[in-house]
C-alpha cells in the first residue's frame, strides 16, 4: 500500500480535476449507453414531468445575498430557496454529488471521500479505472431507478453518471471535459429536450464547476467568486430563457443545488502531519489530508488507541477519534473506507505534509457541515412550487425522494433521506 503521492489529491486537484483525470469517453462525445431503458420511455412514461438538477459546486449560501445575480432572483421569486442546502460529511464534492443523487450519506453508498483507501480492495479511489467501476459505489442513484423503471435520463459532467452501478447507466452521458463551455452544456440539454417523446430525457443533470475553482484559488471572499458567481448568474439566465421557449416548459421542474460550500484559509491555519505521525510504514494510508483525515493503520507499527490517543496529546485545532467514536451526528462510521483512526480539524485549520504545502490555496471546505460556511444553495421552479417561498436549511439527503415523488418513481424504503417530507414544504 505505497500510496503517499496520493494524501494530498482530495484537498489540492479541483473536483473538476479529479473529473478530467477520471474521463473515459472521447472529449464531446454524446453516448447513448443502451442500458435500462434502452433510450426509449414506456408510453406511460411520457406524460410525467421533466426534472433538471443542476449542480454549482462550491456555491456558498450566502452568496445568493453577497452578489447581484438576476437570474437567480428571478428563479426565487417564482419558486422556493432554502437559507441553505446542508451537506453530508466530508464536505466535499464527490461524496455530496452522491448523496443528493442517492439519499444516502456516505458510510452506506460508500463514497467517502474525494479520494480515499478500500483496505479490501488494497485500493485507492481516484483515477479512471475505479471511477468508472460500478462496482465501488452504492446505493441506487436517481438516474438508475428511472431507466430501470422506463424512463430515460441524460447527464452533462456529473462523474458518478460515468459508472455502470448495477449495470445501469443514464441513456445519455456527456462525460466532463473542462474544455466545455457553460454554454455549449446548456446547448447539449436543450438538444436532449427536443428530441420526440419516446426519446426525451425526464431526468437530466448538470453540472458547472466556476464557484468552487473561484473559491479555492483566491477565497470566497475575493472578487475574482463574485465575478465566477455572475458568470454563473448568466449561464442561469441562458437556459432559463431557452427553456421557457420549450412546449414542455410547463411540465418542467429546474432544482438549481450546490455540495458544500467554502472557507477562506490562510498560511498560519496549517497543522503539519509530519509532526505528529512518525515511522509511517508502507503498509499504511495516510488521507485524505486537508480538514479532516482518514488514517488506515498498520497494527504492528500503530496500534490506533494509541495513536488516537498520541494525537490527542499533541494536536492541536483537532481531535482524533477511532472510526467507532466520531461523532453520531456525522454519519462517518459504519465503512472500512473511512478509516480506523479519523482527525477532524477546527475550522478553519488544515492537516497536512510539509512536502505538500500548497502554494495557491485562498479557500478550502470538507469541515463540520453544522458550519454555515459550508452550505451549499437549493432553488426550485416548477409545476405546484410555491412562489416567492423561503424554507428553513435542510440535508441534501432530503432531495432524492422529492425528485422521485416529483417523477413518480419508486424508491429503496431504506434511504436516509425522508420521503415527503421536502415535499410538504415545497409545494403549495
Known sequence: MRFRWFFLLGLFLSPASLMAEAEAHPSGASH????????????????????????????????????????????????????????????????????????????????????????????????????????????????????????????????????????????????????????????????????????????????????????????????????????????????????????IWEQMYLVVVSDHGMRSVQRDHFVWMDDLIQGKTANEWIGTLGSYAGLHLDPAAHDPIKTRDHLNAVLQHGRAYLRAEVPEALHYRHDRRIGDVVILMDMPYLILWKENEPTVLGGEHGWNPAHSEMHGIFVAIGPGIKRGATIPAFENIHIYPFLAELLQLNIPSDIDGRPGWLRGVVLE
Not at 47 to 71: E, H, Q, T
Not at 104 to 132: S, W
Not at 140 to 152: D, L, S
Not at 199 to 219: E, I, K, N, W
Request: some cysteine; aromatic content about 10%.
Open 32 to 247: 447513448l449507453t443502451g442500458h435500462g431503458s434502452e433510450g426509449i420511455n414506456r408510453a406511460h412514461r411520457q406524460s410525467k414531468p421533466y426534472v433538471i438538477l443542476v449542480s454549482l459546486d462550491g456555491f456558498r449560501a450566502d452568496y445568493l445575498d453577497r452578489f447581484d445575480l438576476p437570474n437567480f432572483r428571478r428563479l426565487i421569486q417564482n419558486g422556493v430557496r432554502a437559507k441553505g442546502l446542508i451537506p453530508v460529511f466530508p464536505s466535499v464534492t464527490t461524496p455530496n454529488h452522491y448523496s443528493i443523487a442517492t439519499g444516502l450519506y456516505p458510510e452506506r453508498h460508500g463514497l467517502v471521500g474525494n479520494v480515499f483507501f478500500d483496505p479490501k480492495r488494497e485500493q485507492v479511489f481516484y483515477d479512471a479505472q475505479q471511477r468508472h467501476d460500478g462496482s465501488w459505489y452504492r446505493g441506487q442513484p436517481i438516474w438508475n431507478i428511472a431507466e430501470a423503471q422506463g424512463m430515460v435520463t441524460a447527464c452533462h459532467s456529473w462523474f458518478e453518471c460515468e459508472a455502470d452501478i448495477d449495470g445501469m447507466r443514464p441513456s445519455y452521458v456527456r462525460p466532463y471535459d473542462a474544455t466545455i463551455a457553460n454554454h455549449l452544456r446548456v446547448d447539449q440539454i436543450l438538444a436532449w429536450l427536443q428530441l420526440p417523446p419516446e426519446r426525451r430525457p425526464h431526468v437530466l443533470t448538470l453540472y458547472m464547476s466556476d464557484l468552487d475553482d473561484a473559491g479555492h484559488h483566491y477565497g470566497p471572499d475575493s472578487p475574482e467568486v463574485g465575478i465566477a458567481a455572475q458568470a454563473v448568474d448568466q449561464t442561469l439566465g441562458l437556459l432559463i430563457d431557452r427553456l421557457e421557449a420549450l412546449s
